[in-house]
């Protein structure tokens, strides 16, 4: 086995999708299916379980992707020792949301290439609630992702600003708000809300601190998604007023003034702290704080 079919491996064992690693990694599905069965046939052991409609990790693959994550953890640090005398080379891989890739990275990235032009960056982007599973999940280097209330000990965290959390209403739509009185009636009002992550949990504890249970319209993956539905009229929403600043609708919504106020976001740089032995990381982390230390 060598490098190229371990990083395969170590793809294909965080998608567990063959279609999109083999177009992620830019081989063939049939290539990466004989690769996979080679490293099968070498090891012993089945590595995957599939079948038409799924692939799961066996233990056997957990066990052999811990192996593949410090073989290449220890071959990039490798590679950075030997490009010290020289130009910094090699791949550092992110993951962010759309917003931050275009709010917080542009500056660290500018600086970023122009002293280390032969460093291969793999932005990522999604939903900003999956960056920290990606991060420990060893998916990615760095991701940019909102401090969460307790940080996981392995995790080295930047911060680089605050965001408040908003109630969001459709200004074309303001029947969508039902009131009782004078007091918001969350029976009546539809909500839209996020599957999952920091701000999901940040509204349904305000919902439970003033024992409220929300009208749930839908609930879906993202904060432009989010942003989308409420000025679609669909309800009102929960998103960091950093995003709906840089959102093409903020035009067509407005703020509902709650209390007490949600908790505010902390937005920073993640990365595990035993990546910060790559020169790679270490540098992209050096820029970083040069940028924002001391900015909050």
Known sequence: ?????????????????????SRACHVTPSALTRIIQRL????????????????I?????????SYADDVIQRYEVLQGEFSKENVLSGEISLYCSVTAAYSILPAIFQKFRSIHPEVHINLQTGDAALALTKLQNREVDITVAALPDSLPERVEFLNILETPLVFIVPLAFPETVQYQG?????????????????????????????????????QVAGNEAIIAMVALGCGVGVVPELVLEKSP?????????????????????????????????????????QEYEGVI
């Open 1 to 21: 086995m060598n490098i190229r079919e371990l990083r395969l491996f170590k793809h294909l064992s965080c998608t567990l999708h063959f279609a999109q690693s």
């Open 40 to 55: 099968e046939e070498e090891l012993g052991e089945q590595l995957f379980l599939r079948d038409n409609r799924s692939v």
């Open 57 to 65: 990790l066996t233990a056997a693959g957990k066990a052999f992707r």
């Open 182 to 218: 004078k007091e918001i009636d969350w029976q009546k009002t539809p909500v839209i809300t996020a599957d999952f992550g920091l701000s999901r949990e940040r509204s349904d504890r305000w919902f439970q601190e003033k024992g409220v249970v929300p009208n749930i319209y839908a």
């Open 249 to 289: 609708l903020k035009e067509q919504i407005g703020l509902l003034a709650v209390r007490p106020e949600l908790q505010s976001l902390a937005i920073g740089i993640c990365t595990m702290k035993k990546n910060m032995r790559l020169p790679q990381v270490g540098a992209f982390w050096e820029i970083a704080v």
